[in-house]
Nanobody, 119 residues
Framework: QVQLVEAGGGSVQAGGSLRLSCAAS????????MGWFRQAPGKERDEVAF???????RYADSVKGRFTISKDAAKNTLYLQMNSLKPEDTAMYYCGGCRYTYEGGGYYWGQGTQVAASS
């Protein structure tokens, strides 16, 4: 059974940093594409950052240069380093693990972790 557990959310001042983690069990992060997504109240869930099974990355324009997605195979964990946080980054952040080794087949989801950046 696949389980993804996010941690690391919290409340920070604008300009601050947080590092989110997504610990996986029943799932090998190094073998699959994964992503971080966020959903603000009343809005849809949007992709923030994506990392392919071979390590290629892409980012939403709104976070480029500020956020970094990475995997640690030894810890079987996905990370999102978030720097220079802005109030508009406030949302629930979710870890998604691709169901297949290719993108487009849907995701397994974690329960989410709340991030709030205040001005």
């Amino acid at each position: 059974q696949v389980q993804l557990v996010e941690a690391g959310g919290g409340s920070v001042q604008a300009g601050g940093s947080l590092r989110l983690s997504c610990a996986a069990s029943g799932y090998t992060v190094s073998s699959y594409c994964m992503g971080w997504f966020r959903q603000a109240p009343g809005k849809e869930r949007d992709e923030v950052a994506f990392i392919g099974s071979y390590g290629s990355t892409r980012y939403a324009d709104s976070v480029k240069g500020r956020f970094t997605i990475s995997k640690d195979a030894a810890k079987n964990t996905l990370y999102l380093q978030m720097n220079s946080l802005k109030p508009e980054d406030t949302a629930m952040y979710y870890c998604g693990g691709c169901r297949y080794t290719y993108e487009g087949g849907g995701y397994y989801w974690g329960q989410g972790t709340q991030v709030a950046a205040s001005s």
